[in-house]
């Protein structure tokens, strides 16, 4: 059974930065990050296949969140830089058949708050 619980959520002022963490028990074949503005539908942000270095990004946040994972903490991570606030949402991390849209994912963490001022 799998369990997936988030942290580092927060308030920042536009320009600042966040490290969200996703903490994992069970098997996993990918984790996905996922966000949910109030009154908008969940989408995809982030994704990677354990074990693969490199990750899969929507086009709004591509060169400014980097998803990683620490293998030995069954942690995965999702480095958010250049906050704008527009990327003020409620993340979830998922893990699922496959992680790149909700439609694929099972199992849902409970979600951190993520709110960016201008």
């Known amino acids: 059974q799998v369990h997936l619980a988030e942290s580092g959520g927060g308030s920042v002022q536009a320009g600042g930065s966040l490290r969200l963490s996703c903490a994992v028990s069970?098997?996993?074949?990918?984790i996905g990050w996922f966000r949910q503005a109030p009154g908008k539908e969940r989408e995809a942000v982030a994704s990677?296949?354990?074990?693969?270095?490199?990750?899969n990004y929507v086009h709004s946040v591509k060169g400014r969140f980097t998803i990683s994972e620490d293998s030995a903490k069954n942690t995965v991570f999702l480095q958010m830089n250049s906050l704008k606030p527009e990327d003020t949402a409620m993340y979830y991390c998922?893990?699922?058949?496959?992680?790149?849209?909700?439609?694929?994912?099972?199992?849902w963490g409970r979600g951190t708050q993520v709110t960016v001022s201008s």
């Open positions: 990677i296949v354990r074990g693969r270095a490199s990750g």
């Open positions: 998922g893990s699922g058949i496959a992680c790149t849209k909700p439609m694929n994912v099972r199992d």
């Open positions: 069970g098997y996993t074949y990918c």
